[in-house]
T-cell receptor
Framework: GENVEQHPSTLSVQEGDSAVIKCTYS??????FPWYKQELGKRPQLIID?????GEKKDQRIAVTLNKTAKHFSLHITETQPEDSAVYFC???????????FGSGTRLSIRP | EAQVTQNPRYLITVTGKKLTVTCSQN?????MSWYRQDPGLGLRQIYY???????DKGDVPEGYKVSRKEKRNFPLILESPSPNQTSLYFC????????????FGQGTRLTVV
């Protein structure tokens, strides 16, 4: 069945450094790839998304890249700050199906 | 304020006692869904609804029921809860079920003893 693999499960980076989280999906028909951030004890919130007709999207310190051939997409956070500490989830969905598949999450910690 | 509201936030119940978790959204969204979140497993979709009276199974529907009689409400029903349904549950809604942002409720932490 459809699957989204997310790596790493935990990531610790020095404040100011960059963080990269990677996801691989199995369904080649997937065409929408959102990323959600979940702070401790709170609900997931969308931080950025990308559709399959573009290869990269950027929003200030956050960027997402998509490689449709390899079926993987990545989240890049530059100049990390303490408030970036959270769990990040990737997800994949195809327009012909309303199921969305989430990755297992990455716990990002920013060291001062 | 645009929001998705779940109730209750916390619930402890006993095995076999039927319960309902309510979910309501005020954004006139067509698409609503339920997820459970377990450590190391991420968010897994239980059921979703494309519109009123239209519901379908997600990845982990066993032991759950839903209904969508009105656009704004999407309750999750556990007819006979079991300990393996102890989890953190989230309801979410979005404008459509294709490529728009999902807005999540505050979550319901359910413990079945």
């Amino acid at each position: 069945g459809e699957n989204v693999e997310q790596h790493p499960s935990t990531l610790s980076v020095q404040e100011g450094d960059s963080a990269v989280i990677k996801c691989t999906y199995s369904d080649s028909a997937s065409n929408y790839f959102p990323w959600y951030k979940q702070e401790l004890g709170k609900r997931p919130q969308l931080i950025i998304d990308i559709r399959s007709n573009v290869g990269e999207k950027k929003d200030q310190r956050i960027a997402v890249t998509l490689n449709k051939t390899a079926k993987h997409f990545s989240l890049h956070i530059t100049e990390t700050q303490p408030e970036d500490s959270a769990v990040y989830f990737c997800a994949a969905r195809r327009s012909s199906a309303s199921k969305i598949i989430f990755g297992s999450g990455t716990r990002l910690s920013i060291r001062p | 304020e645009a929001q998705v509201t779940q109730n209750p936030r916390y619930l402890i119940t006993v095995t076999g006692k039927k319960l309902t978790v309510t979910c309501s959204q005020n954004m006139n969204h067509e698409y609503m869904s339920w997820y459970r979140q377990d450590p190391g497993l991420g968010l897994r979709q239980i059921y979703y609804s494309m519109n009123v009276e239209v519901t379908d199974k997600g990845d982990v529907p066993e032991g759950y029921k839903v209904s969508r009689k009105e656009k704004r409400n999407f309750p999750l029903i556990l007819e006979s809860p079991s300990p393996n349904q102890t989890s953190l549950y989230f309801c979410a809604s979005s404008f459509n079920g294709v490529d728009t942002e999902a807005f999540f409720g505050q979550g319901t932490r359910l413990t079945v003893v």
